[in-house]
């Protein structure tokens, strides 16, 4: 397993609550497959354990009762047919291959499938500064500047007429986007159009 070791205070704060509960975990990017002992023990025997990796090896780690599906992330249709397979992801964390293509592609086929209160966390966003993972400073194809983009469409009740932004699924589906080195959380929630309330009688 290789995990920065700041990552394990973000897992803690947003995953606790899903502990001892039935819920599906997938993992994208699973290498020697030493993270998902690791998930096992942290969520419980109730938590459903998937893990994704382009790597034929990786149907081995199936040996240890853990679900393994091979496929490339930056393939739409085995995308599809992931979430024809196991419905409803209560957690989806992206630890795969890194690049914008991935990032990007894995985002808009699976963050649909995350549940109505789920998560979408985005690790080793770092790479969108580098150019040999399709990145750098502020290019506009980096999975950064498109999750910067996603604050706007987040925002998306607030614009004004001539500003572009409407309202979408995302905007509905989104409770907050949450940023930290490297990695990006973005936490789903049922979401209306924002009331203001005003109480009191102004003194002036």
């Given at each position: 397993?290789?995990?920065?070791?700041?990552?394990?205070?973000?897992?803690?704060?947003?995953?606790?609550?899903?502990?001892?509960?039935?819920?599906?975990?997938?993992?994208?990017?699973?290498q020697h497959g030493g993270s998902?002992?690791?998930w096992q023990e942290y969520f419980?025997?109730?938590?459903?354990?998937?893990?994704?990796?382009?790597?034929?090896?990786?149907?081995?780690?199936?040996?240890?009762?853990?679900?393994?599906?091979?496929?490339?992330?930056?393939?739409?249709?085995?995308?599809?047919?992931?979430?024809?397979?196991?419905?409803?992801?209560?957690?989806?964390?992206?630890?795969?291959?890194?690049?914008?293509?991935?990032?990007?592609?894995?985002?808009?086929?699976?963050?649909?499938?995350?549940?109505?209160?789920?998560?979408?966390?985005?690790?080793?966003?770092?790479?969108?500064?580098?150019?040999?993972?399709?990145?750098?400073?502020?290019?506009?194809?980096?999975?950064?500047?498109?999750?910067?983009?996603?604050?706007?469409?987040?925002?998306?009740?607030?614009?004004?007429?001539?500003?572009?932004?409407?309202?979408?699924?995302?905007?509905?589906?989104?409770?907050?986007?949450?940023?930290?080195?490297?990695?990006?959380?973005?936490?789903?929630?049922?979401?209306?159009?924002?009331?203001?309330?005003?109480?009191?009688?102004?003194?002036?």
């Amino acid at each position: 397993m290789h995990k920065w070791l700041h990552y394990f205070d973000i897992y803690h704060r947003y995953f606790h609550r899903y502990r001892g509960r039935p819920i599906t975990f997938v993992e994208i990017g699973v290498q020697h497959g030493g993270s998902l002992p690791m998930w096992q023990e942290y969520f419980g025997p109730k938590a459903r354990i998937v893990g994704v990796d382009i790597d034929q090896r990786c149907r081995a780690l199936a040996e240890d009762g853990f679900e393994v599906f091979i496929g490339d992330q930056a393939d739409a249709g085995f995308l599809s047919s992931l979430v024809d397979e196991l419905g409803s992801i209560d957690i989806l964390l992206d630890d795969g291959g890194h690049r914008m293509s991935q990032q990007k592609l894995s985002f808009h086929n699976l963050y649909p499938a995350v549940a109505e209160d789920g998560l979408y966390v985005v690790e080793d966003t770092h790479t969108s500064y580098w150019r040999s993972h399709e990145g750098g400073l502020r290019r506009e194809n980096t999975f950064i500047e498109f999750a910067k983009e996603l604050t706007d469409q987040l925002h998306a009740w607030h614009g004004e007429k001539d500003s572009g932004l409407v309202v979408d699924g995302f905007t509905t589906s989104t409770m907050a986007i949450h940023f930290y080195d490297s990695m990006v959380v973005f936490e789903k929630g049922r979401r209306e159009r924002p009331l203001a309330l005003a109480i009191g009688n102004p003194s002036f």
